[in-house]
């Protein structure tokens, strides 16, 4: 059933928000572009910039564990900037001529458009491909352009610990249990994405996955549609008009404090291993299960989706090379991860048993590094760019209306935006267990 027009609505206006926070975020970009310009023309050499996600708590760890060091040992001055709208950001630089030296970005399908441009520099001399598996630093053109700062796993499901695991899948068929939050500025939909991402993934596993990531296999396909309405019965979309208003109306970081909630007002949440350091699941002492053990027609075995920070170079100037090999070593990245509890994936910067902190925190640990596995990069991150974005903000127009009518023209239309042959897809964003 079509939901009436007053649900249709909040979709405008999470789209009318988003394109506000477009325009923010581009005037920001301008105005970085002009910081960057200030201080190169200060001539404070030797200087490095670089942009990436964090900002607050975050960037202020970032700093003291990585770039501090780095700044000690090599006496190179480290601009950094850091901004939630970094896309937007780094746009707005490449276009006014002012691009940072580096940059971290969550895409791999982003990184590949402008490596297509021939806008990034190959880091085959710079870091050791031995170091990562092929789905964090996959070949381009026969070079490697960007590699894995922190990474986080996605296939999960996590669920306060007063909770008896035999009643998870009970509680996984009623919508309402499901904390959901599609909110997140110029990013918003993107919760949805994971969700379809690993239903397909689980339930036709990682070879359709691949193919539909790499703009191989139709979204009108019989797989992909299915995994768009299994999510669209688990999330209550349409019919529950109270759980979509709430969950388009939700900023995914505070769709957990609904857990903590007296009474609480959801249990199940589909979430990235970040999620676990919020203050809400520390409060309800969050466990995980995998969600291939609650996604309905689940038939992969061991296939996980994961995300990561990527790493990538724009100006090789010598301080450049000198921080992107700091970035890529093992004590970076084993430093960083103790300093802000994520995930590295850099095979030589593992924590020992006595500083990996919690059970679930080892335990993602090994699944993230489990050689027997199979780890695909979230599929909508390794779509070009113009694909990626239309497809979160399907997800939102899907969710207020889960019609059949309506799911056909979505995925038509993302059909017609993937097929552009000047769209620059991955060779490949799996890998294949061992």
Request: net charge negative; aromatic share 8%; proline share 6%.
């Amino acid at each position: 059933m079509s939901a009436p027009g007053q649900d249709r609505a909040a979709p405008g206006a999470r789209r009318r928000a988003v394109r506000t926070v477009t325009v923010v975020a581009s005037c920001l970009a301008v105005l970085a572009a002009a910081v960057v310009t200030g201080v190169r023309a200060l001539g404070q050499e030797p200087t490095v910039t670089l942009l990436a996600n964090w900002t607050g708590r975050d960037a202020r760890y970032f700093r003291e564990a990585v770039i501090e060091p780095f700044e000690r040992e090599h006496h190179i001055k480290v601009e950094y900037q850091g901004s939630s709208a970094e896309s937007q950001v780094l746009g707005a630089d490449v276009e006014t001529g002012t691009p940072p030296d580096v940059v971290v970005l969550t895409g791999p399908g982003e990184l590949a458009a402008y490596a297509g441009r021939q806008q990034l520099k190959p880091l085959d001399d710079l870091i050791r491909r031995e170091d990562f598996s092929e789905s964090w630093v996959t070949p381009l053109n026969g070079h490697v352009y960007w590699f894995p700062l922190k990474a986080d796993l996605k296939s999960i499901v996590w669920y306060p610990a007063r909770t008896p695991p035999g009643t998870l899948n009970e509680i996984a068929g009623r919508p309402g249990q499901w904390c959901l939050g599609m909110g997140s500025g110029a990013t918003s939909g993107w919760p949805g994405t994971d969700w379809i991402e690993d239903i397909l993934l689980q339930q036709y596993g990682p070879g359709a996955y691949e193919r539909w990531a790499r703009g191989r296999l139709s979204w009108q396909s019989q797989e992909v549609k299915r995994a768009w309405t299994t999510w669209g019965r688990l999330a209550g979309a349409g019919d529950h008009k109270a759980l979509v208003k709430r969950a388009l109306l939700t900023e995914y970081q505070q769709a957990s404090e609904l857990v903590t909630a007296d009474p609480p007002r959801c249990t199940l949440e589909h979430q990235a291993s970040f999620i676990r350091d919020l203050g809400p699941w520390k409060k309800a002492d969050g466990r995980y299960t995998p969600s291939s053990r609650l996604i309905p027609g689940a038939t992969a075995h061991d296939a996980w989706e994961v995300s990561g920070d990527l790493v990538a170079l724009l100006h090789a100037t010598p301080q450049a090379r000198a921080l992107i090999r700091h970035l890529a070593s093992a004590g970076a990245q084993r430093a960083w991860v103790a300093k802000e509890s994520g995930f590295s994936v850099h095979a030589g910067a593992q924590p020992s048993a006595a500083d990996a902190g919690a059970g679930w925190h080892r335990s993602l640990a090994r699944t993230l590094l489990d050689k027997d596995a199979v780890h695909c990069f979230d599929a909508s991150d390794a779509m070009p760019p113009q694909v990626r974005d239309a497809f979160a903000q399907a997800t939102i127009d899907f969710l207020a209306d889960p019609g059949e009518r309506h799911l056909d023209d979505l995925l038509k239309n993302l059909d017609s935006l993937s097929s552009p042959e000047s769209l620059t897809w991955l060779n490949s964003v799996c890998d294949h267990g061992s």
